[in-house]
């Protein structure tokens, strides 16, 4: 009986990722970092992550929005531009979208593996 709940319970987790997936596949488009490099500097640039982690080294011209302050700190980011978002792997980038998209945000685009994949230049504090 308990390996039953047990495979029910992963099939559930595993139904409820894929349609995760597609579903942030539908509504954010994930750039290589050649893409992302041509574009951010003509939107706004948010990491998404913990500002440790932010403080640790970020694209140079992101503003730090972390993913649990996202709600309260939606009104800092417009509209009517393009978001570019980033975390270290793309997890958090992908809630901060669907944040965003309930609220109307349509451009939305996201860095090809996040952080972690990133080439170029970094700025840390010191």
Not at 50 to 61: A, D, V
């Amino acid at each position: 009986m308990a390996l039953y709940v047990t495979l029910g319970i992963l099939a559930a987790f595993i139904v409820y990722s894929v349609i995760m997936f597609i579903y942030q596949r539908k509504i954010l488009t994930t750039l290589t970092e050649e893409e992302f490099r041509a574009g951010y500097r003509k939107a706004q640039l948010i990491d998404v992550r913990e500002p440790k982690e932010y403080e640790g080294g970020h694209i140079l011209g992101a503003r730090n929005i972390p993913l649990s302050q996202m709600k309260m700190r939606m009104r800092e980011v417009r509209q009517d531009q393009p978001v570019y978002i980033y975390c270290q792997n793309t997890m958090r980038s992908g809630r901060a979208a669907q944040m965003l998209k309930r609220k109307g945000y349509t451009q939305l685009y996201q860095l090809k593996g996040g952080f972690k994949q990133w080439g170029g230049k970094i700025r840390t504090k010191n």
